[in-house]
């Protein structure tokens, strides 16, 4: 009987230093004012009260919410074409080369490859810009204007992510039983129509959970919009994480860095329960 | 249009393979265009997605001088070899260093989640004791809360109550384990057969011979997409790296590149890039060889995310 717990203890041991007493503190935190330096004081109400009254945080909130729509909607959409494309019965070889391109930007490091996209996406010599102009389209400040930064940050996640996401929708798609396909030919179903009453019902549940992930990993992006604009120029592309990493370490506000971490943590359960919610409508279990 | 009650009696000809069956569905006249369509959208996404890696390849290749210049190149067209040199053989920057200590780190936590989550999954999966379904409930709660929640208080944790600032073990001690590898785990020793298990127990084998000597070899291919994901997690992580270290010499790849563009000034993107080609070999290796295992990896660890 005592084989279980001495089985579990690496594991719990460590999740209960680094998650759970972490997870205590930060409700603590929420209430104190802590610069790392001198020891933590009570602050009552006063980060809450700070976060009523930060303005760049309701901007900030608002690109992040426009990073997590528009990542998630575009990362969903391009996965799920690929993968109904490379499900199909092509070559071996053909197939292979193609899940390697599209899955290899997954495997490899997002900072590094952000990097990559900051020289690509340069104004002047550029890679980007250089390519556009061959076809007679204009120069675009990517990273340097405020209207073109948020859209590379997002076109930067969804090259580097959607090919993680079609893995799960491939892997979806091979759940689906084949006797459906036979009965819908059998009928005399087209090709579309098995699609559009065959595959998108059936694969409701692999989107509803793709979606769940991409939004919780989409508002938690750090690398890609740190390195590739560094939130700027101002706030333009600032995400939630790079404020909370900069108010915790470029200020040392650990309570108020605490507290906007809190807000982030109640809208994603908000959020992730109201899919749940909105899924009886539209997702099928067979 | 053939009449939809003929492919009845064909079907047994025909075995219902995934690939076999589409060519029973009605070839509308459209067909063949809607199929050239999707393979010309599956090649263009497969430039966008492969160029930037081939024009990193390329770039890297060429003369620091020319790697400015436009047009890019695909494909390389110069082969300065000696860029891979410079960088690895630099004396202003320690790149070897850089390599060993990612690699030390992700082999470091690779090993430890492999037994960790193992261990707890053979636990919760195969063993009885008091309170197992509530811990591993608490498991599976942990799960659910976003790595932002313990991002202040972990740090304050590592750097201030145990003085890890600028050492590894502030990235490897919080990634010894991972909740989900202990669910995935238990979900995958809970499906080794009782029979297995009994016989082992008749021949008087002890809890630890049965994990050992039954319970993880049947779970190889698990272990093994677990291991690739764990070991590229912790090879990419950025974060982390970016909070605790502080000293040249502790530095993990991924944050020595970013650093290494405005370290080595903007002539030598082709220096960069040559660095960046050698960041990427450790992914390009685990893929080339183990893409069955990360495909198989992705469709169960799906929830990784």
Not at chain 2, 156 to 180: E, M, R
Not at chain 2, 194 to 207: F, P, V
Request: charged share 10%.
């Amino acid at each position: 009987m005592i084989a279980g717990y001495l089985f579990i203890g690496p594991a719990f041991l460590t999740l209960v230093i680094f998650l759970v007493l972490p997870i205590l503190a930060a409700f603590w935190l929420v209430f104190m004012d802590y610069d790392l330096l001198s020891p933590p004081k009570a602050a009552g109400l006063r980060n809450i009260q700070d976060l009523l009254s930060d303005t760049r945080l309701l901007d900030i909130y608002k690109n992040t919410a426009i990073f997590v729509v528009a990542a998630t909607v575009l990362n969903n959409v391009i996965a799920i074409l690929l993968a109904l494309g490379v499900n199909r019965a092509f070559h071996p070889v053909f197939k292979y080369i193609l899940r390697t391109a599209y899955f290899f930007p997954v495997l490899t490091t997002t900072a590094s490859l952000a990097l990559i996209w900051k020289f690509l996406l340069t104004q002047d010599r550029g890679v980007v810009n250089f390519l556009l102009q061959q076809i007679n389209l204009p120069a675009v400040p990517w990273l340097s204007s405020s209207q073109w930064a948020m859209v590379s940050v997002v076109m930067f996640d969804v090259w580097r992510a959607c090919g993680y996401l079609m893995v799960i929708y491939l892997a979806g798609l091979q759940t689906i039983p084949d006797v459906y396909y036979e009965a819908a030919a059998i009928d005399g179903a087209t090709r579309l129509q098995s699609m559009r009453f065959i595959t998108l019902p059936l694969l409701t549940p692999t989107t509803f959970f793709a979606v769940v992930i991409s939004i919780i990993g989409a508002a938690q992006v750090f690398d890609n919009a740190w390195v590739l604009t560094g939130g700027g120029p101002n706030d333009a592309s600032r995400l939630i994480m790079l404020y909370i990493y900069e108010i915790g370490f470029s200020r040392f506000a650990m309570g108020y860095a605490a507290a906007v971490s809190m807000t982030l943590f109640a809208l994603l359960l908000l959020v992730t329960f109201l899919q749940f919610y909105l899924s009886r409508r539209w997702v099928h279990y067979e | 249009m053939s009449d939809p009650v003929t492919p009845v009696p064909a079907t047994p000809t025909a075995p219902p393979t995934p690939s076999s069956r589409r060519f029973r569905l009605r070839h509308t006249p459209g067909h063949y265009l809607a199929e050239l369509v999707i393979v010309v959208f599956l090649l263009i996404m497969a430039i966008i997605e492969f160029g930037p890696i081939s024009w990193i390849f390329a770039t890297s290749l060429r003369a620091p001088a020319d790697s400015f210049n436009l047009p890019p190149d695909f494909w390389p067209t110069a082969f300065h070899w000696e860029n891979y040199l410079a960088v690895i053989q630099s004396d202003q920057i320690n790149f070897l260093g850089f390599f060993w200590n990612s690699l030390k780190i992700a082999s470091i936590v690779t090993i430890a989640q492999l037994i960790t989550t193992s261990m707890a999954g053979f636990a919760f999966g195969r063993l009885r004791f008091p309170g197992r379904d509530f811990l591993f409930f608490f498991f599976l709660a942990s799960l659910m809360v976003p790595a932002t929640v313990t991002l202040i208080p972990n740090y304050i944790l590592i750097v201030k109550l145990f003085g890890l600032k600028d050492s590894h073990f502030s990235l490897i001690l919080p990634a010894l384990t991972s909740a989900f590898g202990v669910f995935l785990m238990r979900q995958q020793f809970k499906g080794v057969p009782n029979d297995l298990m009994d016989a082992a127990k008749m021949d008087g084998a002890g809890y630890f011979r049965i994990y050992w000597q039954i319970m993880l070899p049947h779970a190889a291919p698990t272990l093994t997409a677990l291991a690739i994901f764990t070991f590229l997690a912790s090879w990419n992580n950025y974060l982390a790296p970016l909070l605790f270290l502080r000293s040249w010499d502790q530095f993990t790849f991924p944050l020595a590149i970013v650093l290494l563009n405005g370290y080595m000034g903007s002539g030598n993107r082709a220096h960069v890039l040559a660095a960046v080609m050698i960041s990427l070999t450790p992914a390009l290796i685990i893929f080339l060889v183990g893409q069955r295992f990360i495909i198989r990896g992705v469709a169960i660890t799906g929830m990784k995310g």
